[in-house]
């Protein structure tokens, strides 16, 4: 398997744009997990699905975020507007239902807002 | 009161010397545990896991637990230079309305000089 997939690895976009990053779970695993990694906040989770349905979005800082998981193979997570402060490296990961089971990280997306 | 707690570091120790790191958490709920290494610019990659309370080595890492305390560590035996890198702890929910729900601690940067 090739790992988790994620598109872009970099994104600049101007303040106010609309940023849709996108991830290709490894396949048969169930739940897929949305990260957002700054210095100084972290690694946060924002959301995560479990068979494609959207567990806990507690995490999501604000109406400006939203992720979909239309099936077992694909998931975005979309920013209109984007601002400056979603400045981050967004993390995509997947792995299986069972508890000592790890997590898989793609290779993240780099995300600027000028 | 943050889910995962991690002393942020920097943490610096000689070359063969013991490296300790720790992590608390705040959900006495079922949980797995997960430690994480991520070097600058790259991904999380797991290094081991434990869900049972006690020690549990590989190779020269030992994962400790503690579930009275909500105490985690990770002690890092023979230290080299390639160590360098942040430690991600990560608790794992494995049962409850939030199953599978996995968090990360901000991470403690290890420097291991020569």
């Known amino acids: 398997d090739a790992g988790v997939i994620q598109s872009p690895r970099h994104e600049v976009t101007e303040m106010g744009q609309e940023v849709t990053l996108r991830c290709k779970p490894i396949?048969?695993?169930?739940?897929l997990f949305w990260y957002r990694q700054t210095m100084m906040r972290g690694l946060e989770l924002l959301i995560y699905f479990n068979n494609n349905v959207p567990i806990d979005d507690s995490g999501m800082p604000e109406d400006r975020f939203s992720a979909k998981m239309p099936n077992a193979s694909f998931s975005t997570l979309k920013i209109q507007p984007s601002e400056p402060r979603d400045s981050a490296v967004y993390f995509c990961a997947s792995s299986l239902t069972q508890g000592d089971t790890e997590a898989f990280f793609g290779q993240g997306t780099r995300l600027t807002v000028v | 009161q943050k889910e995962v707690e991690q002393n942020s570091g920097p943490l610096s120790v000689p070359e063969g010397a013991i490296a300790s790191l720790n992590c608390t958490y705040s959900?006495?709920?079922?949980?797995?545990f997960f430690w994480y290494r991520q070097y600058s610019g790259k991904s999380p990659e797991l290094i081991m896991f434990?869900?049972?309370?006690g020690d549990k080595e590989d190779g020269r890492f030992t994962a400790q637990l503690n579930k009275a305390s909500q105490y985690v560590s990770l002690l890092i035996r023979d230290s080299q230079p390639s160590d360098s890198a942040t430690y991600l702890c990560?608790?794992?929910?494995?049962?409850?309305?939030?199953?599978?729900?996995?968090?990360f601690g901000q991470g403690t940067i290890l420097t291991v000089h020569p």
């Open positions: 434990i869900y049972s309370n």
């Open positions: 990560a608790v794992k929910k494995v049962g409850g309305t939030s199953y599978g729900k996995l968090t």
């Open positions: 396949s048969g695993h169930d739940y």
């Open positions: 959900d006495r709920g079922s949980q797995s």
